[in-house]
Every structure is written in C-alpha cells, then in structure tokens.
C-alpha cells in the first residue's frame, strides 16, 4: 500500500500535465498552427502512452483483487488490452499500409478483430455488471424501450449520412457502418453503468469511454460524409477519452477499490431515477429541438447530420451534472435512515437528527418518530389481544362446526344439480336426434308439395311442425340459463321466427288456435342486427297479445309473414280477432302502457314492442279492423350478411358432392333434393357417407384436380364418433364445403366456422338453400384484365369507377368467395389483394393477403399485386409479390400496367 500511497501523491500532477498537453493539441489544430496529417500523426503516436498505463494498471487490479471480483475484471481488462491492440491496427492502416483509410479486404480484417474484441470486451463487462448488481434487465422494459428509441434514432441519423459517401459499398464504407452501430450499443450499455456507479474511479473510466466514442463518432462522421473538418477534433476526443479513461484505472488503483458490489448502487435510487429520466427528457428535447430547428432551416442539413455527434459529448455532460443533483436529494433519506437507527435504541433516542430543510422530510421525520412511539402503544394492547385469543379460538370451532354441516347440505344441492345437468345433457341431445329427421322431412314436403294431394300435404306439414314445437320446447324449457348471448349480432330472421313460432304452437296447444308462417324465398337469409333475446320477446308478446284478442274464437289463427322491402325486413303478424280498440292503438304510440279489455294485461308487452323497435332502428305500424282483426307490421333495417352463413351452394356439371351425416333420414332429404338436379346434370355426382374417416380416406385418395372437383356437405355433430365436421374439413383441406348444423345460431359454432375459411347452414332451412349448377364458370374460362379482391367496397368501387372504366374488372369483397371462384380465371390474370381483410363487424379473416397470394402463387399465377395501406418490410414480400402503397397516387392509376 505504501507504493499506491506514493503513486496517488503523483495523480494530480499526471492529470494538470496531461490538461495542458490536451489543450496545447486542442490550440494548435483550432488556430491550424500544424497541418491536420502532422497533428493527428503525432498523436496516433502519443495515445499509447495512456493505453500502456491503462493495461498495466489493470492488470495489477485484476492480480490484487479477490476471487470473486476476478471473474468480472477479466473483462475489465481485456477491453483496455483491446482498445491498445484497436489503435494499434488503426495506426498501421491510417499510416503505414497506405497513408488513408481506404481499406482492403486484409486491413479490413486487420482493423475488424481488435475493434470487436474491444466492444465484446467493453459490452460483456457492462452487461455482467449490471445484471450482476445492479437491475434485471428481465423487467426494466421503460429503460429498454427508452435506450432503444434513443439508439435508433442516433442510427437513422448517421445512416442518412452514408449518401455522402464516393463509394457506398466498399469495404470502408461497411467498415465504418458497423463501427457507429457496435459504438452505439457499447455507448447505451456504458450510460447505463455511469448513471447507476458510486465509483469516481469508474465514473472516470466510463466517462472516457463515451469520450473517445464521441471521438471516433467524428472520424467516422468525416469519412462517411467526405468533410475532413472534423478529423482532427475526432482524433484529439479520441485522446481525451483515453486521458479520462487511464485516470479512472489510476483512481481505482490507488484507492484500492476492487470491490465491484462498491462501484455500483441497486436500481430504483433516487439518484438513478433521477439521471435516467432527465437524460431521456434532455435528449428528447435535445432532438426535438434540432429537428424544428432543421424543419425551418436554422441550421444547414450537414450539421444536423452531426447531430449524434453532439449527443454523445452532451449526454456525458447530462448524466455527470444529474449524478451529483441525485447525490444531493439522497442526503435527506440517508439522515432519516441513521435517525431510525437511533430510535431503535431507546437510550440514544434524543441522539436523532432532525435538521430538515424541506417540509415533506420534515413530515416523514415526525411520521416515523410517531410509529415508535405507536409501535410501543401496540405492544401494550397485544398483551389484551393474547387474554382474547382463547375466546376467539372456540368461536372458531364453532363456525368451523356451522361450515360444515352447511357443506353438507351443499354437496346435497351439488349431488342434485349433477343430476339436473346429466338429464338437460340427455334432452339436449334426444332434440339433437329428432331435429335430423325432422330437417329430413321438411325438405321432403317442402320439394315434394307439388307432387303431394292437399290433404297429405297438410297432414304432413302439421305433424312436421307438432315434432318440431315439442322438441323445441323441451330444448327451450331444459336448456342451460347460464349461457350468455352477445348483444346487438346480426340475427338471421327467420330461424328466429320460426323457433319463436314453434314454441307458441306448443304452448297453445290446447287451444284452437291455428299458427301459420309464411317466408319468402329470398328472405330466407336476411339478417337485422339485434340482440337476440330482444327480438324473441318482441315476437312472443305480439303473438301473445294476438291469442288473447282472438278469445277463443273459433277457427283462430295467427299469421306470420316475412319479406323484403327497400332494404328492409318487414315481418307481419296478423290475427282474426276481434280487434284492438283505437285507444289503445293511439296509447301505444305515444308509449302509454294499456293493460284494459285483457285478463292478464300486455302493457309491458306491449312497451317491451316499442322500445326493442325504437333501439334498434326499426318501425312499427298497427293496422285494425273491427271484428276482422289486427295486423303489426314491423321494419328493421337490413344488414350485410355475416361470412359464415351460405343461402347458395355453387355447382360445374363434373363436381362430386360429398354428403356426411350419421342420420340415414338426411340422406334421404338430400337424395330428393338433388333428384330434379341429377335430371338436368346427369355428369354431377352425389355420394353420401355416414363416417367422417371414410370421407378422410376417400378424399385422401383423390389427387389435386379430383380434389378442386369436390362439393363437402357435413354435418357438425357426428354422434360416437372421434371427430366432428369441421374435424373432417380440416383434416381433408376441402375449402370448398357447407356445414349443415341444427347449431348455426351457437356464437361459437358460427366462429369456428368463420376461422375454418368456410360457410354454414341451419339445418332447418335446408329446404330453402339454392343450388345451381354451371353457375360457376368452368377452370380458365372467365377472360378479365383484372381481378381485384378489396373489403372496403366504396373504396374499391371508386377506384374502379374513376381509373379502371375501360377496362373489364372483376370484384370481390371478401377472400372466402374469392377463394371459391378463383379457378375460373387463366394464369396470366391481374390479381390486386389487400394486406388484410375483415367482416363488416370488424373481424378478421384467416386468409390475408399475402397466404392467398402464396395459394395463387401454387396455383400457377404470376400478376399478383399487394395493395397495401402501408409500408411493407421489404423480408416479408415474397419475389412473386408486387407491392404498390394506397397513397402512392400515380401507381394506384396504373395497376393494370405494373
């Protein structure tokens, strides 16, 4: 020690003699007294001076220290012995290999490794430190995110520099790209240590770093933007840097400090706090400042370009001044900390210190000395608590004794609900087995009404509907309560009716009342957006409210009729009663509540009417005429059709239609429908499965042309069986195919199918789907000079209109449609795709822009074009996409010649 001792004595006089020769070089470049060549020459070779004292001395740390510092200050060494062995290869290129920095492949390598060791070295020491003893990287994400915005954006204003540069590519140019970037990393991780170091020596040793980093950002800055004005002053920072950096190695030495847990404090100081989030609001003013200043042409373009430059040298600055006003707001906590330490001890009490300047200390000084004081106050009345105990130990036995015997009871209500779920389990799937058959025969007398005699055909429409509202009915009285409906969904309008119909039938059964339903054909798929349970209970009061105006009158009926009517659904409910008085009528209205003239009263019935039609945007009219009747016609406004629903199956004259449903009787209703079908398309086939593994199998057998010719009709339920329908869909890869189920109206049904890329059908308007044949236009056959598939209709129909109307487009507005007809175009089509699309609820489809590109891309096609709405990363365009921006004006005009 005596020699450290001797040493330190010498430190002041190396710091001022060093000073002085800094500064000289620093006057002698700023008056330009010796060339610039001579002067960065000479000191190229006076760097190695410090760089010489740096490794020696931190060898000798490194030989002092104790096992558990050596791990880390091996790195602390080796960056000091490879920043030596960096400037020992810059020396050799800048002036022996060819007196410039042009680089060739050798010195390239030459100049690559030292400086890589030298960062590796620099980094890993960082890192280690800082997991080590000071944060977890793991949750510092505010930290991470605010170092790297600032290193982006010092990257990006480097890298608009580069244009400067005579020869972009070469190896120099690469070389000096890497160095800022490596440089810039090495500068984030060194911040991070000066912000959190208790250490002067280490505070000194950073500081250097993030010098002679600035000073090498100058060089490079030079170079890349052909100015030598700042070589010089580069080289002389680069100098200063090693100065500061070998007197923080002379600190450490001398005061013996080899203890790394010492040089640095935990995260989430005050200090630390402090620094990080005044460096982060300098800098961003710092920039901001910069670029107004740009923007309004304050400062010229090149010194902007310097801006990282200065960033280093002021964030230094920022970091230093921060450090020392962190070190100040700490003094007051450090006081309270030794204060607490004297309260502990009850005879060194008076000994605390309570000379506080600012009023919040003061407050926490008086706050602690009162929890002393509470804390002996508390012991006093443990001492009662104790003497309690007891007493609250036996009432806890005793509820403890309750909870039992109430958990008794419970599992006896638990036992019971089992049971009740087991039974609604076993309803639910005996609706399940009727409603197959039921559909079955529904589709047999709605194709065969024709051929039938009128009274079989009322026979068999009235036994149709009686199983259909006994089953429904159960299903309804039985169902799980607990299951949660979404509001406001576009509800498809005649399920609805006719599941609301079907349990009226059940619930007048008794009565002569006669209930008909009457829907049109293409009102069959309209959808209103309402929320279910709303528009049910609507309908039921209506219904309810027309039985009671019947009165048992004899031959009794109520009448339910749905249409379409200027993008409207109008549904009207009639009935031949005996009318509803005027009064009540004009109440209704004007949203009075009428009870009069009925035994149970429909006031809130009728409110209920009112206020789901005003809502949801719709009209309601009452129509009556003495003892003929009454009829309420209600509109809703329609909307578009959900993606999932199909009310259209598209067939060629050489498709297989593949029909899997475990119930023989739907074999039979498919069989009668396609039977009018087969008469006219003799080529068509129809095959029916009641497995979903034979299906598996016999597709799996077809090969690809055979596959593009397969229709799949499946149901989704497949009773004792492993898989369900949409199991088979996937496992097939069929993307042509129709999932008839009695559970379309299920939310997650309707996903899964939307997540699948196909379409459903409720089982019960299988009678009504359309299925036309050479609709689709046979493979290659449809001629067009562009396809374009948008979900944005008024956007794309604009377009179309105002650039493309000489030319002959096709248009899609959703992908799965798309997808479907897409074989009937030749390869040489123009395709235009979006990066995405949605539902008109805001739902995403799987199939995006660039997986349908990908599949045409498969396919054969060649002129596919993203339309994009932003900009795409240039790794993720494939070679066989064409990317073109929504706001680039004059390419949108011409996507037909790209």
């Not at 920095?101 to 030292?114: A, G, K, S, W, Y």
């Not at 036994?463 to 169902?479: G, P």
């Not at 067009?784 to 209709?793: K, S, T």
């Amino acid at each position: 020690m005596n020699k450290v001792t001797k040493m330190s004595r010498y430190i002041p006089y190396i710091i001022i003699i060093s000073t002085i020769l800094w500064l000289g070089l620093f006057l002698d470049r700023f008056f330009l007294l010796h060339s610039s060549d001579y002067l960065t020459n000479f000191i190229a070779k006076l760097v190695y001076i410090p760089h010489l004292v740096s490794v020696f001395i931190s060898i000798k740390i490194y030989k002092d220290a104790n096992s558990k510092n050596k791990k880390n200050l091996y790195w602390f060494v080796m960056t000091n012995i490879g920043l030596l062995f960096n400037d020992v290869s810059w020396y050799f290129i800048s002036y022996f290999h060819s007196h410039t920095i042009q680089i060739d492949l050798v010195p390239f390598l030459l100049n690559l490794i030292p400086f890589s060791i030298w960062v590796f070295s620099i980094i890993l020491f960082s890192v280690k430190i800082l997991n080590q003893y000071v944060l977890n990287f793991k949750y510092r994400a505010k930290t991470l995110t605010v170092i790297i915005i600032f290193s982006i954006a010092c990257i990006f204003l480097f890298l608009s520099a580069v244009h400067y540069a005579s020869e972009i590519f070469s190896l120099g140019t690469v070389s000096h790209i890497y160095t800022f970037i490596v440089q810039i990393i090495v500068f984030d991780f060194v911040m991070l240590c000066l912000i959190h170091t208790e250490s002067k020596g280490l505070s000194l040793f950073f500081s250097g770093i993030i010098v002679l980093i600035a000073g090498d950002f100058f060089i490079v800055y030079s170079v890349i933007s052909q100015t030598s004005v700042l070589y010089a002053y580069g080289v002389l920072l680069w100098f200063l840097g090693l100065l500061i950096s070998m007197f923080g190695v002379l600190t450490i030495f001398t005061k013996a400090d080899y203890d790394i847990e010492n040089w640095l404090r935990r995260d989430n100081t005050i200090k630390s706090k402090i620094v990080f989030w005044c460096f982060a609001m300098s800098i961003v003013s710092f920039l901001l400042c910069f670029v107004i200043a740009y923007s309004f042409s304050i400062i010229s373009r090149q010194e902007f370009l310097g801006l990282p430059l200065f960033i280093m040298i002021y964030s230094n600055i920022v970091i230093i001044l921060f450090s020392y006003l962190g070190k100040y707001f700490e003094i007051p906590f450090r006081q309270i900390s030794a204060n607490i330490k004297a309260l502990m001890l009850d005879d060194k009490k008076l000994q605390s210190n309570s000379n506080f300047s600012v009023e919040e200390f003061i407050f926490l000084q008086k706050f602690i000395t009162d929890a002393f004081t509470y804390r002996k106050e508390k012991e006093q009345e443990n001492i009662t608590l104790e003497r309690e105990r007891a007493k609250s130990e036996l009432e806890r036995v005793q509820t403890l004794v309750a909870l039992k015997e109430e958990q008794i009871k419970n599992e006896a209500f638990r036992v019971t609900a089992i049971g009740q779920e087991s039974f609604r389990a076993a309803i639910g799937q005996m609706v399940h087995d009727i409603q197959s058959p039921l559909s079955s025969l529904s589709t047999i007398v709605a194709e065969q009404s024709g051929n039938l005699p009128e009274n079989t055909r009322i026979t068999l429409r009235n036994a149709t509907n009686r199983i259909a509202d006994i089953a429904n009915n159960m299903l309804s009285k039985y169902e799980n309560k607990n299951i949660v409906i979404s509001e406001n969904t576009p509800q498809l309008v005649s399920l609805a009716l006719l599941h609301v119909i079907s349990e009226k039938r059940y619930e007048y059964s008794k009565l002569n009342v006669n209930f008909e339903i009457n829907i049109e054909q293409r009102a069959y798929f309209v959808f209103i957006k309402i929320n279910p349970s709303d528009f049910k209970r609507m309908i039921s009061n209506i219904i309810n409210n027309a039985v009671e105006a019947l009165k048992n009158k004899p031959e009794g009926k109520v009448e339910i009729e749905l249409c379409i009517a200027q993008d409207h659904a109008v549904i009207f409910i009639r009935d031949n009663g005996y009318g509803m008085p005027q009064h009540i009528v004009d109440k209704f209205y004007k949203g009075i509540a009428v009870t009069e003239g009925k035994e149970k009263g429909h006031g809130l019935g009728l409110s209920q009417v009112r206020e789901t039609v005003a809502t949801y945007d719709g009209k309601c009219k009452i129509y009556v005429t003495e003892n003929e009747g009454t009829e309420l016609v209600i509109r809703f406004p329609l909307v578009p059709t959900p993606a999932w629903i199909a009310s259209e199956i598209k067939l060629t004259r050489d498709d297989t239609v593949i029909v899997l449903d475990d119930d023989e009787s739907t074999h039979g209703a498919w069989k009668n429908k396609f039977k009018s079908i087969l008469e006219k398309s003799p080529s068509l086939q129809v095959k029916y499965f009641m497995y979903g593994r034979e299906v598996v199998e016999y597709i799996s057998g077809l090969n690809d042309e055979q596959k593009e010719n397969i229709f799949l009709l499946t149901d989704y339920e497949l009773l004792n069986q492993d898989m369900n329908g949409l199991d088979v869909v996937k496992d097939t890869g069929m993307r042509r195919a129709l999932l008839v189920t009695s559970h379309a109206s299920s939310p997650e049904i309707q996903e899964k199918v939307f997540q699948s890329g196909i379409k459903a059908l409720p089982k019960e308007l299988t009678h009504a789907l359309t299925i036309t044949v050479d609709k689709k236009i046979p493979k290659g056959s449809r001629v067009v000079d562009m396809v374009w598939v948008e979900d944005l209709r008024e956007f794309v129909d604009d377009m179309v209109r105002e650039y493309y109307g000489h030319i002959k487009v096709d248009v899609y507005y959703e992908p799965i449609s798309f997808m479907e007809d897409v074989r009937q175009y030749p390869l040489d089509t123009r395709f235009i795709l979006d990066t995405n699309y949605c539902t008109e609820e805001g739902k995403a489809y799987v199939l995006d822009g660039f997986a349908i590109a990908k599949k045409l891309h498969e396919m054969g096609y060649t002129k596919l074009i993203l339309f994009a709405g932003e900009a795409v990363k240039p790794e993720k365009i494939p070679p066989y996409l064409t990317v073109v921006l929504k706001n680039d004006l004059e390419r949108r005009k011409n996507l037909d010649k790209i």
